[in-house]
């Protein structure tokens, strides 16, 4: 998540007063939450034999990211839009929780 998205949830939620320590590690389990629901997307949208190619591209080039990236991208013209729809979803599924317990 991007900081601003991170700010704004956590104001929207009320939370500002929170010491800085404990919203940086509300924002960490956040940002990996959002990241799985990203991945299960992906995997979900993605044709099998790009399956198979990314699984090979992982095995090869494990932690680099960029080239990960840019496989996705080429691959999934809509990638950028698919991860703003899942931060977005994610941000409603947490203000709603968040009602629903009275937080807001």
Known sequence: MTKSIEDNLISQLGLDDLPQEKK???IMKWGNLVQ???????????PEKDKKELDE??????????DIYKFLENKMPNLDDLVREEIEKFREEIKADAKQL???
């Not at 799985?36 to 993605?46: F, Y």
């Not at 591209?57 to 960029?66: F, P, T, V, Y």
């Open 36 to 46: 799985k629901d990203i991945i299960m997307r992906i995997l979900r949208e993605l």
């Open 24 to 26: 940086i590690e509300l």
């Open 102 to 104: 009275g937080i807001i």
């Open 57 to 66: 591209l992982l095995a090869e080039k494990g932690e680099n990211m960029e």
